[in-house]
Structure formats: structure tokens, C-alpha cells
């Protein structure tokens, strides 16, 4: 089991995830709707998994992934992108992100993903 932050300016989306993460699980230790949310959460919860969405207002993903990884360089962060953004994706995973997942969300593809990146 594993502490987990989750970070979407879609609180729908944020929703689908807890749900998701919960029943394989985890434990949600905080929910973010924008990027400087998420470095604020990162920093007081200090969770072992961020999910990360891309497009988010105020700050978006790949800054609070840059900003987070400064604050600590071990944070296993799986960015979440909706379908075309292969471009920011490559960024993040350039920047440090440790796997991304596309929107809209498939349970088993979440799963797999937060078992590989906390197996690291």
C-alpha cells in the first residue's frame, strides 16, 4: 500500500482516480487542482506516488513536476495526459516524470503503471 497525492484541475477526474487507487489499495494522501496546490500537498504530505495531470491552470504539470523534483529528486511522478499531448509527455518524461498515462482513464493501465513506478 502505498501514499499516493493526486493532482487534476478536474475534480471529476481527481474522483475517477481516488476510486481506482482506493480499490487496489492505496491511500489517497491528498488531492491538488492546480500545480502550485500540488508542490504545497507534495511538500506536507510527502507521498511515495504523484499523479499528475498536464494541462492544469496557475501552474501547469510539467512546472509542478520540475518544481517538486528540486524539492525532492527520488518523487515517482506518473504524468496523466489527454490524447495529443505526446509532445508535453516527452518533456515530462524528460524532466523526471517516471510514466504517464492517457486519459480518459482504464483502471488496469493505472494499476500497472503505480506497480511499476513503486517497484523502482
Same mark, same amino acid.
Given at each position: 500500500?502505498?501514499?499516493?497525492?493526486?493532482?487534476?484541475d478536474?475534480?471529476?477526474?481527481?474522483?475517477?482516480?481516488?476510486?481506482?487507487i482506493?480499490?487496489?489499495?492505496?491511500?489517497?494522501?491528498?488531492?491538488?487542482?492546480? =500545480? !502550485? &496546490? /500540488?508542490v504545497?500537498?507534495y *511538500?506536507?504530505?510527502? %507521498?511515495?506516488?504523484?499523479?499528475?495531470?498536464?494541462?492544469?491552470?496557475?501552474?501547469? =504539470? !510539467? &512546472? /509542478?513536476?520540475?518544481?517538486? *523534483?528540486?524539492?525532492? %529528486?527520488?518523487?515517482?511522478?506518473?504524468?496523466?495526459?489527454?490524447?495529443?499531448q505526446? =509532445?508535453?509527455?516527452?518533456?515530462a518524461?524528460?524532466?523526471?516524470?517516471?510514466d504517464?498515462?492517457?486519459k480518459?482513464f482504464?483502471?488496469?493501465?493505472?494499476?500497472e503503471?503505480i506497480?511499476?513506478?513503486?517497484?523502482r
Open positions: 500500500m502505498a501514499k499516493i497525492l493526486i493532482v487534476d478536474a475534480a471529476f477526474m481527481r474522483m475517477t482516480l481516488k476510486n481506482i482506493s480499490q487496489a489499495g492505496h491511500e489517497v494522501v491528498g488531492e491538488a487542482g492546480n =500545480g !502550485i &496546490e /500540488a504545497e500537498t *511538500k506536507s504530505t510527502q %507521498p511515495e506516488l504523484v499523479t499528475m495531470d498536464i494541462t492544469m491552470p496557475e501552474m501547469d =504539470g !510539467i &512546472e /509542478a513536476l520540475k518544481e517538486i *523534483k528540486k524539492l525532492d %529528486p527520488k518523487a515517482r511522478i506518473v504524468m496523466c495526459s489527454a490524447m495529443g505526446q =509532445g508535453m509527455v516527452i518533456e518524461i524528460q524532466s523526471g516524470a517516471a504517464f498515462i492517457v480518459p482504464n483502471a488496469e493501465r493505472i494499476n503503471s506497480g511499476k513506478v513503486l517497484s
